[in-house]
């Protein structure tokens, strides 16, 4: 149920187990556990399983393929086409590895074979043949990196390299660029990877998830990945996706990831990433550990956290095409979008724990009829608790009610509420609003 309720969207499935894998789709038996960085086979019964939990949700797949054998890669291809699986959106070849040419010259010969078995099995023109991408590339920051400094990072520097050379020996047998970024290590905010239980409190250094200069970094790594694919001759219509990407790596970090914390995050990255043009963006991830959608199961109960409600409602109103925005205030970042379903959306997110912030709404915007959606975190505790420590609540307001899913799995209503003052938008300390103006008409949508 949690699941269906985020379609139509793209489930990714890959990461750094998928370059161990081998399939046998002659194997019917349930797949045996797999320990992780361990060799593995996926047997035909479990992505058979895989392709009914997509029939019953509506999701579409991104397949992580292992790079270790093209033929044994096909044969997975072939089972999927013959088994007449309608879901396949895309499936990218081999996940974060780095090296020189003869790498890359690999890639292409290995990729070739699969693309022409894509093109032997749908017919073409054929709207259901599933995307090949790659080379999912991890670029940055990592640790030590500072926003003024970034540019200096070898790790970095050394990726961006590879980007440009796998494009230019690859080019021609990509549907799409793909890279992965993370902002932060959990040591960068004060606390370690994979925590145990007891969860540990508050870091100190987490203010660094809401300062504008760090979460800049992300959109300088975007435009130096747009800049690697140019300089590797990439086709101007090529599209670039951040196919993994969230606040901290490695499982997240509680009250952080989890949390609302991370719903400022999360909706300044979407208008990061649409500003420039990036069509495609994975969010790790949506079961397990601390930057779940969905909490982290099986150590706590299954449960939507705010970053689940606020994909939801960004799913409802944001269609298409981002809108060119100017915001002067640094601490409220500002975007625009068509709406889904006509109309324009504003995205502000407030990255002031001090102080609320009144935005003036573009003169043009002005007279037109706007409905407001309030995303606040809920809190029951301390009435004196400040902004950062509200910021930890894993449940999310909408105009000052939390929302849940039912027992019967309903989602709460989404609605927003009419605006009194068509001037400006009210923006509290660290909140988020998107203000949706359904009677404008904008060029670009």
Same mark, same amino acid.
């Given at each position: 149920?949690?699941?269906?309720?985020?379609?139509?969207?793209?489930?990714?499935?890959?990461?750094?187990?998928?370059?161990?894998?081998?399939?046998?789709?002659?194997?019917?038996?349930?797949?045996?556990?797999?320990?992780?960085?361990?060799?593995?086979?996926?047997?035909?019964?479990?992505?058979?399983?895989?392709?009914?939990?997509?029939?019953?949700? !509506?999701?579409?797949?991104?397949? !992580?393929?292992?790079?270790?054998?093209?033929?044994?890669?096909?044969?997975?291809?072939?089972?999927?086409?013959?088994?007449?699986?309608?879901? /396949? @959106?895309?499936?990218?070849?081999?996940?974060?590895?780095?090296?020189?040419?003869?790498?890359?010259?690999?890639?292409?010969? %290995?990729?070739?074979?699969?693309?022409?078995?894509?093109?032997?099995?749908?017919?073409?023109?054929? =709207?259901?043949?599933?995307?090949?991408?790659?080379?999912?590339?991890?670029?940055?920051?990592? *640790? %030590?990196?500072?926003?003024?400094?970034?540019?200096?990072? #070898?790790?970095?520097?050394?990726?961006?390299?590879?980007?440009?050379? @796998?494009?230019?020996?690859?080019?021609?047998?990509?549907?799409?660029?793909?890279?992965?970024?993370?902002?932060?290590?959990?040591?960068?905010?004060?606390?370690?990877?994979?925590?145990?239980?007891?969860?540990?409190?508050?870091?100190?250094?987490?203010?660094?998830? @809401?300062?504008?200069?760090?979460?800049?970094?992300?959109?300088?790594?975007?435009?130096?990945?747009?800049?690697?694919?140019?300089?590797?001759?990439?086709?101007?219509?090529?599209?670039?996706?951040?196919?993994?990407?969230?606040?901290?790596?490695?499982?997240?970090?509680?009250?952080?990831?989890?949390?609302?914390?991370?719903?400022?995050?999360?909706?300044?990255?979407?208008? /990061?990433?649409?500003?420039?043009?990036?069509?495609?963006?994975?969010?790790?991830?949506?079961?397990?550990?601390?930057?779940?959608?969905?909490?982290?199961?099986?150590?706590?109960?299954?449960?939507?956290?705010?970053?689940?409600?606020?994909?939801?409602?960004? *799913?409802?109103?944001?269609?298409?095409?981002?809108?060119?925005?100017?915001?002067?205030?640094?601490?409220?970042?500002?975007?625009?979008?068509?709406?889904?379903?006509?109309?324009?959306?504003?995205? @502000?997110?407030?990255?002031?724990?001090?102080?609320?912030?009144?935005?003036?709404?573009?003169?043009?915007? #002005?007279?037109?009829? *706007?409905?407001?959606?309030?995303?606040?975190?809920?809190?029951?505790?301390?009435?004196?608790?400040?902004?950062?420590?509200?910021?930890?609540? $894993?449940?999310?307001?909408?105009? !000052?009610?939390?929302?849940?899913?039912?027992?019967? !799995?309903?989602?709460?209503?989404?609605?927003? #509420?009419?605006?009194?003052?068509?001037?400006?938008?009210?923006?509290?300390?660290?909140?988020?609003?998107?203000?949706?103006?359904?009677?404008? =008409?904008?060029? $670009?949508?």
């Amino acid at each position: 149920t949690f699941a269906s309720h985020l379609a139509p969207t793209i489930l990714r499935i890959g990461g750094t187990d998928q370059n161990n894998f081998h399939y046998n789709v002659e194997d019917t038996r349930p797949m045996s556990p797999c320990l992780c960085g361990k060799s593995c086979t996926m047997t035909a019964h479990y992505w058979d399983e895989i392709h009914q939990f997509l029939n019953q949700t !509506g999701l579409q797949l991104l397949f !992580g393929l292992a790079p270790t054998s093209a033929n044994n890669a096909n044969e997975l291809i072939s089972y999927t086409a013959k088994k007449g699986y309608h879901s /396949m @959106f895309a499936y990218s070849y081999g996940n974060e590895q780095l090296g020189d040419s003869t790498l890359a010259q690999q890639y292409l010969k %290995d990729m070739t074979q699969l693309r022409n078995n894509l093109m032997d099995l749908y017919p073409s023109g054929s =709207t259901a043949r599933p995307l090949l991408i790659g080379a999912d590339i991890g670029v940055g920051p990592r *640790r %030590d990196t500072l926003p003024s400094n970034y540019w200096q990072d #070898q790790y970095i520097n050394e990726h961006l390299a590879y980007i440009s050379l @796998f494009v230019s020996i690859c080019k021609d047998v990509l549907d799409a660029v793909s890279w992965h970024t993370y902002d932060y290590r959990a040591s960068e905010i004060g606390t370690s990877d994979h925590h145990p239980l007891p969860w540990p409190p508050l870091a100190d250094n987490v203010s660094k998830l @809401f300062n504008p200069s760090y979460l800049a970094v992300a959109g300088k790594l975007s435009d130096n990945v747009s800049k690697a694919v140019a300089t590797g001759g990439g086709k101007t219509s090529l599209p670039i996706w951040l196919t993994e990407t969230n606040s901290v790596c490695h499982q997240g970090v509680f009250n952080d990831t989890n949390a609302f914390f991370n719903t400022l995050w999360l909706v300044n990255r979407l208008g /990061m990433m649409a500003e420039r043009g990036v069509e495609v963006m994975a969010r790790q991830t949506l079961i397990g550990f601390n930057y779940s959608l969905l909490g982290n199961y099986p150590d706590e109960p299954m449960a939507p956290t705010p970053d689940y409600f606020t994909t939801l409602l960004f *799913r409802q109103l944001v269609g298409s095409g981002s809108i060119p925005t100017t915001s002067d205030n640094v601490l409220v970042p500002t975007y625009s979008y068509c709406g889904r379903n006509g109309g324009v959306v504003m995205s @502000f997110v407030s990255l002031d724990e001090t102080a609320d912030h009144d935005v003036a709404v573009p003169s043009a915007l #002005q007279p037109s009829r *706007r409905l407001d959606y309030v995303l606040t975190p809920h809190w029951s505790g301390d009435t004196d608790a400040n902004a950062r420590t509200r910021a930890t609540s $894993r449940v999310v307001e909408l105009n !000052g009610s939390p929302l849940y899913v039912s027992a019967e !799995g309903k989602l709460p209503s989404m609605v927003g #509420q009419e605006a009194t003052n068509k001037l400006s938008v009210y923006v509290s300390t660290l909140s988020v609003v998107l203000s949706f103006f359904p009677d404008v =008409t904008a060029n $670009r949508c």
